[in-house]
């Protein structure tokens, strides 16, 4: 069974603080993968996608992929309240074809 | 410039009744996927439609089923519907052979199954 893993939490950081997310993943011929955060009670919305090992940055936002290890993680720099959702971390492991595979989520609390 | 969006945003069923739900996507894009998201869960796929065929399945019963219009939008439907099918339905779109396929999500439909 193809799985993505994430912790539930909450993750619970002060404000201006660096919020750390990981996932782990059990495709090892995965390519992309992305970043979403779903605030309560509505859809998710991309942050993020990254394709190749290493580091990629956008705003305060750092995704970081290590394909030997299956680890993918984001990091939130200088995290505000409105920061607080669940982050979803889903991967591509279609044949060919986008089919994502999502973790269950990891709620965020960034407490001012 | 258009995103995803869904009809109805909310639904109330009883068991055994079918459904149907809705789907535009996103300006220039020409594939849907539907998911499934329980409460407290992550989205789970049920299919991705392309070229108007389903070419995806997840592990979904044949009471669920779909189909896609000439214009790319795209219908879900659900029958003989339980408790367990409470949940939101996702859609999201993509442009296929891209290489990259990133897939916008639309709001959401709601769906009560009592």
């Known amino acids: 069974q193809k799985e993505v893993e994430q912790n539930s939490g909450p993750l619970s950081v002060p404000e201006g603080a660096i919020a750390s997310l990981n996932c782990t993943y059990s495709?090892?011929?995965?390519?992309?993968f992305f970043w979403y955060r779903q605030y309560s009670g509505k859809s998710p919305e991309l942050i993020m996608s990254?394709?190749?090992?290493g580091d990629k940055e956008d705003g305060r936002f750092t995704a970081q992929l290590n394909k030997a290890s299956q680890y993918v993680s984001l990091l939130i720099r200088d995290s505000q309240p409105s920061d607080s959702a669940t982050y979803l971390c889903?991967?591509?492991?279609?044949?060919?074809?986008?089919?994502?595979?999502f973790g269950k989520g990891t709620m965020l609390l960034v407490s001012p | 410039d258009a995103g995803v969006t869904q009809s109805p945003t909310h639904l109330i069923k009883t068991r055994g009744q079918q459904v149907t739900l809705r789907c535009s996507p996103k300006?220039?894009?020409?594939?849907v996927s539907w998911y499934q998201q329980a409460l407290g869960q992550g989205p789970q796929f049920i299919f991705q439609?392309?070229?108007?065929?389903?070419?995806q399945r997840g592990n979904f019963p044949d009471r669920f089923s779909g189909h896609q219009f000439p214009n790319y939008s795209s219908e879900l439907n659900v029958n003989a519907l339980l408790l367990g099918d409470s949940a939101l339905y996702l859609c999201?779109?993509?442009?296929?052979?891209?290489?990259?396929?990133?897939?916008?999500f639309g709001p959401g439909t709601r769906l009560l199954v009592l």
């Open positions: 999201a779109s993509s442009l296929a052979g891209t290489g990259e396929e990133t897939q916008y």
């Open positions: 495709d090892r011929v995965s390519q992309s």
């Open positions: 990254i394709y190749s090992n």
């Open positions: 889903a991967v591509n492991m279609g044949r060919g074809y986008s089919t994502l595979t």
């Open positions: 300006s220039g894009h020409d594939t």
């Open positions: 439609y392309y070229e108007e065929e389903e070419r």
